[in-house]
């Protein structure tokens, strides 16, 4: 008799979208390769979620008087103006669930994305006996303009109470899996590896490079994410301001809805801003490019980017805190100020060795551990 198993998450497994999806896409071919009975139940695709519902909430969250401090409740108000819509969104479809999924105390086992955004739907399961496996993109109370500066530390022990709760956590950074196993919460780092077709696509631009002659500097990631979009303000201010452009070319910006949250007026003589990129153009792009620019000051979890630069032949830089999780990799130098940059573009040769692969993370303690909690 097979094991009933959902997974709730708040993303579709896509690559067209950015590195949230793309991260819960890796970890849903994992897990479906080991649990075929599980179901994914998606915020993104409207599961057991009535489409009329659904658009009156999120008619609610685009209202003028959304943000009115006296509207929600303090735990809502906790959250940062940049996330309290969706978090007001995920919350509310998190109590739809717990009334249409009617096979909520069947369930074997729950996989869950992020539990602190779907704490109702949570806290059911926990009451139920029903093991939950947590997925965490990155502790969310720990990514930089998300929760209001004074409810900081509350929150977080808030998330790490309900963390402490699953059977386990997964997490994208080794950094994460080192503070969450020193707190005494059974966690499973898994770095994030692209899915096959995405990894196919990427060794083509790896052979492709060694045939073509290399320049330019190029940063791509979701600006909607704030530790991305601040780091890439950082980075056009310091090209405009020096005039980087004279040297090293212009800075070429884009990636996943960037048009709708990044702002290059700012920059006009420094920048190539090229908004969201076509498959096609981004991968001519980077069989073209010298290097891959990655820069956050702040931010949790894993840069998604980064591996997929690396199978892709692309050598990256990244300052010390964006290095997170990959900073024993060859192919990523590491700086920690923008002058340490420029010493290092101005070094001819440090581009010049060819990137070893990286490895594929197995599924093989990911299946012990599921083992482990179905017994």
Known sequence: M???????SRFRPTYEMGGGARRMTQLYEMLFSILPEMQLISTQRNDRIPKEIKKKIKKL??????????????????WSRDHIDMTYRLLKYSKIWL???????????????????????????????????????NIETLASGQVKEKWLLDM??????????????????????????????????????PIESIYKRLIAIRERRKHCEKDGVLMVGSSRNLPTRYGMQNAASFWEKN????????LIIGGYKSE????????????DFRGTFPNEVLDELLTRIKVFLCYQKTGAGGLTRINEMLIAGVPVLANTHAARSYYNLKGLTEFREFDDLEKILNNPHIFDNEIPLPQQPSSGHLEREINRILK
């Not at 969250?61 to 906790?78: Q, V």
């Not at 005039?243 to 212009?250: A, C, I, P, Q």
């Not at 709708?260 to 003589?269: A, K, N, V």
């Open 2 to 8: 097979s094991n009933q198993i959902m997974y709730f």
């Open 61 to 78: 969250s685009n209202r003028e008087d959304f943000f009115a401090p006296t509207r929600w409740s303090l735990g809502i108000r906790k």
């Open 99 to 137: 009334k249409s999924i009617s096979e909520l105390p069947q369930l074997d086992l729950a996989i869950m994305d992020e539990p602190i955004y779907f704490l109702p739907l949570f806290n059911k399961l926990i009451k139920l006996n029903i093991p939950v496996i947590g997925i965490s993109q």
């Open 156 to 193: 977080l022990m808030t998330e790490l109470k309900i963390l402490k709760q699953c059977q386990l956590v997964i997490t994208i950074s080794r950094e994460e899996d080192i503070l969450l196993s020193n707190l005494g919460i059974h966690s499973l780092y898994i770095p994030y590896f």
């Open 243 to 250: 005039r980087m452009d004279k040297y090293y070319g212009k």
């Open 260 to 271: 709708t949250f990044f702002d290059p007026s700012p920059y006009p003589l420094s920048t």
